[in-house]
């Protein structure tokens, strides 16, 4: 009864949520499956909205991920947070990090509370960037996109509470 009752409220929410800018060019039919809030020590650093081609998440592409944040960022730090990461998940290659870091510095810019930045992973792995609704550099580099995402959605994320609110509807094939 009480999972019935979560996934009703949690349909409800989602009828009243906007698809994020640039997200209905890029994906067909996006649906939202999860949602849930990021805190960090009790703080709320973010809310996170997984958004998949007509509901059905698939790992390889085909997905938003939209970040609302709680609190002002730089962009610098998020790019570092992000790197430090992938490299907690497992990448150790120094060289690679430190380009990859580069690239990501030339992504996010800095945000205040409530803006929101939405990545788009595209089934041919290249990664799409907005921040409200402005499109920022792209990501082509498969690898990278693939560890960045992994952030939220792989089973090793530092949040595995946040990736199952996440993947809630994904069904059993995440």
Not at 42 to 58: E, F, M, Q
Not at 151 to 157: A, G, V
Request: net charge positive; with cysteine; glycine share 10%.
């Amino acid at each position: 009864m009480k999972r019935l009752l979560g996934l009703l409220l949690f349909a409800s929410a989602c009828s009243f949520a906007q698809v994020p800018a640039g997200t209905t060019d890029l994906l067909h039919d996006p649906k939202p499956l999860g949602s849930g809030e990021m805190r960090w020590f009790g703080i709320k650093l973010y809310d996170a909205t997984l958004w998949a081609s007509g509901g059905r998440y698939a790992p390889e592409g085909g997905f938003a991920l939209s970040l609302r944040y709680a609190r002002d960022f730089d962009g610098l730090r998020l790019a570092r947070a992000s790197i430090d990461e992938i490299r907690r998940l497992g990448e150790r290659d120094d060289a690679r990090l430190a380009r990859w870091q580069s690239q990501l510095e030339g992504v996010f810019p800095n945000v205040k509370a409530g803006e929101v930045i939405t990545g788009v992973k595209l089934a041919d792995g290249s990664a799409r960037f907005f921040h409200q609704g402005q499109a920022l550099p792209a990501v082509e580099d498969r690898a990278l996109s693939d560890a960045f995402f992994a952030i939220w959605l792989d089973p090793r994320t530092r949040e595995p509470a946040l990736r199952a609110k996440l993947l809630a509807e994904a069904g059993p094939s995440r």
